[in-house]
DNA sequence: CAAGCCTTTTTTGTATGCAAAATGATGCAG
DNA sequence: CTGCATCATTTTGCATACAAAAAAGGCTTG
């Protein structure tokens, strides 16, 4: 009668998330060769399993297939960087009209908490734990749009920009605008004004997306896309 | 000196493309078993490539994989065919907006004769040259917006949009009415107005949902989400 | 020393074999 | 006939073997 109880957990899938993690926290560099071998030691499985997982992050777009010779990981560029991020405002705007829409007291309450923790996390200096925090609720605001379908694809994208992540060092004066834009998000959310919410979601994106590429310019964590 | 002369065929990519086909033209009707062996010989591969090529529809949302027990083709109900259209709405007036930035002239030519190419079929009652040629036009325009990453999303979500295309076999008075705002997005494009085509495009999107979730109730071509 | 060609090695792409899980059939008790 | 346990069959998941392609190394030649 409980189906979730006994879920198996296949080579396969287990091989698709550890090497997702393993691109998105940067372990495997952008543009770096995905060699059979040496992830089938690394994860402990046979190649079939780990070629499957490749096939998966390349629908992703996290893998870049190269017929004959393998797959590397997809390059970051300033230019995909910038695109990720337009597309994830326009998703975050449309996921705040429909949670305006459809959130319910549970979801609201907890985006609340989530949002005192991320003000803790900002008083205290902890960018890890607010970029935590931070996440969580953007995640829980598209979550609350009901959209399954916006949730997954905004998923997808977010992996994308959160390889990017690590250098968006942002300046005390970005973050504590940001914290001051998430007050009115949260505003915007109790108040159920979902015309507004989308103005301020895309605007939040926008700023977001001008401080990653800033810091990005600068520490040179992105490439420009010249590869081999 | 080109690289496109010499791009190496692998049966895995193959068997991905026909598999999408055969989902997306309703061949594997939707909920559908996937067994190996049946699609190993339709295909003419073994099945280290087939299983590769469903991993990657999988990734897509084309397939759902069932642990243990194969994969089936990913049912389209009600809920996620809106859900979709609501998603493609938002990416669509993106694309819109940013076309109207970045399109060029011979872009804009192109999307003026497809669009001659759409009247020449409404006239002539051919439902199939419409589809085919609404369907250019609007690829056209998420592809003008000159954001790579969103037309990949668009082109996506499409495919599973287009599942149910066949039952959208609308009125005469919505293809009329669709055809009148076609007229007036093309018109926008022309005047480089983002703000009306993305309005227009939303509200585009938003009737053609309402026309295909209208028939789908009527005709029954998607089920309600009913499998075991 | 550079450039090209050939050989060797490595790596990828595909097919196949084997074990485990699921599916279906059979028989039996109630 | 129904419910259910047991066994045979099928199907899936994974590992491995083999073939083709690419990469690396070495040789020759200019």
Chains 1, 2 share one sequence.
Not at 59 to 69: C, D, F, K, T, Y
Not at 172 to 183: L, M, P, T
Request: proline residues 2%; contains cysteine; glycine residues 8%.
């Amino acid at each position: 009668m409980n189906d979730l109880a006994l879920a198996p957990r296949l080579l396969h899938e287990d091989a698709t998330e550890r090497l997702r993690d393993m691109i998105v926290q940067g372990e495997l560099a952008a543009g770096a060769k995905l060699v059979e071998r040496v992830l089938c030691e690394h994860l402990g499985v046979s190649r079939t399993p780990l070629r499957e997982a490749i096939k998966r992050l390349a629908s992703e777009g996290l893998v870049a297939l190269q017929p004959n010779r393998g797959a590397i990981v997809t390059p970051l560029t300033l230019a995909t960087v910038r695109e990720t991020f337009e597309v994830m405002g326009a998703l975050e705007a449309l996921a705040g009209q429909l949670a305006c829409r459809n959130i319910t007291d549970a979801q609201l309450a907890e985006i609340r908490a989530l949002h005192f923790d991320m003000l803790a996390c900002h008083a205290r200096g902890d960018l890890a734990g607010y970029f935590r925090c931070n996440q969580a609720i953007h995640l829980a605001i598209v979550a609350a749009s009901g959209n399954a379908t916006l949730a997954a694809t905004y998923r997808n994208l977010n992996a994308h920009v959160r390889r990017a992540r690590y250098v968006a060092n942002l300046s005390r004066g970005r973050w504590d605008q940001a914290v001051a834009e998430h007050e009115e998000i949260l505003a915007a959310l109790v108040a159920r004004d979902g015309v507004r919410l989308q103005r301020l979601l895309s605007e939040h994106l926008g700023a977001k997306m001008t401080a990653v590429l800033g810091a990005v310019e600068t520490t040179g964590g992105v490439n420009d896309g010249a590869y081999d």
